[in-house]
């Protein structure tokens, strides 16, 4: 059916087999980042919980690299630029810094996403447009034959049908795994979102530490 087809209905067939294969590379690529993102952000968050200071934490964040580390070390770097300021308007720079570095972290994570919606959204389409040129095809066919003989109208229909039916194969898939994928990333965004309330809250200790005169002391293991 495919060699017989049209080259206009052969084009958007090809084009919905490409469509197919990228949105299961897309899964593919996705489903290994976002399950490797994930892991890290909840080990990372376990350091976080398990420091008593800032500096503890960044002393086994640092090897790493990854959304609660910048997020870390953001906070550490508004603490050492502010120097001798107020601890209140410390901690909303802070809080500036590590909303801009949640939202980097969301859009890193979604790059790739939007392929799928597109996708999802286009391929019924592109595959109606396929159906549309066979039955075209089909009509003029019957034209030129002058009869309605099935040998000369099933042909057309059979590519028009094939059209809708690969639109359909590239579609379903393409919205399941983005929706899929919508819900891993809410998730990944609430975890570093509680790691970014974490960081803020050892850098309030901190800070409040220093404002009483006490110094920084970061947790040992034997602790």
């Known amino acids: 059916m495919f060699l017989a087809a049209d080259i206009v209905v052969q084009v958007v067939m090809v084009g919905l087999l490409l469509a ?6 897309v899964w593919l690529a996705k489903t290994v980042e976002l399950t490797a993102a994930r892991r890290r952000v909840r080990a990372d968050l376990e350091v976080l919980e398990d420091s008593a200071t800032l500096d503890a934490a960044l002393a086994r964040l640092v090897p790493q ?11 550490a770097v508004e603490i050492d630029a502010s120097g001798e300021l107020a601890a209140a ?7 500036s810094r590590l909303e801009r570095i949640e939202a980097a972290a969301s ?6 996403t939007g392929i799928l919606a597109t996708i999802g959204s286009t391929a019924p ?5 396929g159906t549309v040129w066979g039955i075209m095809n089909s009509f003029i066919g019957i034209s030129k034959a002058q009869t309605t003989n099935l040998a000369v109208v099933a042909p057309g229909i059979a590519e028009a049908l094939l059209a809708t039916a690969l639109g359909l194969v590239a579609a379903i898939p393409a919205v399941m795994i983005y929706n899929a994928f919508a819900r891993q990333i809410t998730g990944y965004r609430g975890l570093v979102g509680d790691a970014a309330a974490a ?3 050892l850098a309030g200790r901190d800070l ?5 005169g006490r ?6 293991a034997a602790e």
């Open 20 to 25: 197919s294969v990228l949105t299961w590379t």
């Open 65 to 75: 690299d990854g959304a609660v580390t910048a997020l870390a070390r953001a906070a």
């Open 89 to 95: 308007g410390i901690k909303e720079r802070i809080l």
């Open 107 to 112: 859009r890193r994570i979604a790059r790739g």
């Open 125 to 129: 389409f592109v595959g109606l447009f």
């Open 199 to 201: 960081v803020l809250r």
């Open 208 to 212: 409040d530490r220093h404002a009483a």
């Open 215 to 220: 110094p920084r002391v970061a947790r040992t």
